[in-house]
């Protein structure tokens, strides 16, 4: 009876979907083109992987610009004129899942693990990237604070914008001043998630509302044509499978408040931070005066992380969300620019 039964693949081939590049056609603020592609052929199938490298390849400087959920490289539209004219090099992609990126069907096909294992063939199978500024935001900061630790021969600087590397430890979370690592805000964030409010054409919305604070300053709002820009990537529900995950895979205590605790990658995380509580190089905190998600999470970078201390932080003002590039692109670079040119020392 048994023999007859149909066998059950225990792993499935992934299913892999493509943005139509034509839908990116009318995109507006975004002069640099259509990226170029690198194919991974990690976990036995093929996945397209979008980048764009400006500037001189021996540029003395390399800056590899972030981004997280559920945005594209266009977040980071602020920053690469300013880079390019100081004659850096400057390298962004968009994560699987996002973006011009290839995007799994299958939320269970999108890992923490995977993600960290894309960007890592990416950046050094194929990029070879080496003596690196990383710009990290959000996820962008989640999957690259562990890259960098995996591989911090490769890295000069840290920028850490809104972004932190969680883990599943209540206390460890807890900054010396009682803050928790992960606060009201993230919570928010990862319930609307669950319960659909993320959803297919919305996603222009809330990146239009995430990119300002509390107050609702009008100051640094997107144009409902940027807020477009960021509901191209994903064309049908079918598209937002890491969208509606990723959130999920965020190490948490046993006390989320969303009642989903998530155990999965905190322990790897937790490992790793031993690398941070010793790196000593230059690491600079430019964290949003307005975010409500991970704007509080400096202070634990302040507490545990040397290289924290030899660079003068920033706070992005003006109302800035957690969207920091868009609320704060300007601040931003600038800072960026001066932590290079040496003018940030603490």
Not at 54 to 75: C, I, K, N, R, V
Not at 101 to 108: I, Q, V
Not at 194 to 206: P, Q, T, V, Y
Not at 305 to 319: F, N, S, Y
Request: with cysteine; hydrophobic share 35%.
């Amino acid at each position: 009876m048994d023999a007859k039964r149909p066998r059950r693949d225990a792993n499935p081939p992934m299913t892999v979907l493509k943005t139509p590049d034509e839908l990116f056609e009318k995109v507006v603020g975004w002069p640099w083109g259509p990226p170029s592609y690198y194919t991974s052929r990690l976990f036995g199938v093929d996945v397209r992987m979008a980048y764009w490298d400006f500037g001189p390849q021996d540029a003395p400087e390399t800056l590899l610009l972030t981004h997280g959920e559920p945005s594209w490289s266009y977040l980071n539209r602020k920053l690469i004129g300013p880079l390019l004219d100081k004659g850096y090099r400057v390298v962004c992609f968009d994560q699987v899942g996002l973006g011009w990126s290839d995007k799994p069907a299958k939320r269970e096909d999108v890992t923490y693990e995977r993600s960290v294992a894309w960007n890592e063939d990416l950046l050094f199978n194929f990029l070879e990237l080496r003596n690196i500024t990383a710009v990290l935001q959000d996820w962008g900061g989640l999957i690259g604070l562990r890259v960098a630790a995996r591989n911090s021969e490769k890295y000069a600087r840290l920028v850490l914008s809104n972004t932190c590397l969680p883990t599943d430890d209540k206390d460890f979370q807890r900054a010396s001043d009682g803050t928790d690592y992960l606060g009201a805000g993230f919570y928010k964030w990862k319930k609307m998630a669950h319960d659909g409010f993320i959803a297919h054409g919305k996603l222009g919305f809330l990146l239009k509302k995430g990119s300002k604070g509390p107050s609702h300053g009008a100051a640094h709002e997107i144009t409902e044509e940027e807020a477009a820009a960021y509901d191209l990537p994903f064309p049908t529900e079918e598209h937002l499978a890491a969208v509606h995950v990723f959130p999920e895979l965020v190490p948490t205590p046993p006390d989320d408040e969303t009642g989903r605790h998530q155990p999965v990658g905190g322990e790897a995380n937790r490992v790793l931070w031993a690398v941070f509580e010793k790196w000593t190089k230059p690491v600079l905190l430019a964290f949003s005066d307005g975010d409500w998600v991970l704007g509080h999470c400096y202070k634990l970078w302040q507490d545990k992380c040397p290289g924290a201390a030899k660079v003068k932080g920033l706070t992005l003002e003006g109302d800035v969300g957690h969207f920091s590039q868009d609320g704060g692109g300007e601040q931003l670079v600038a800072a960026i620019i001066d932590l290079i040119e040496g003018r940030r020392n603490a």
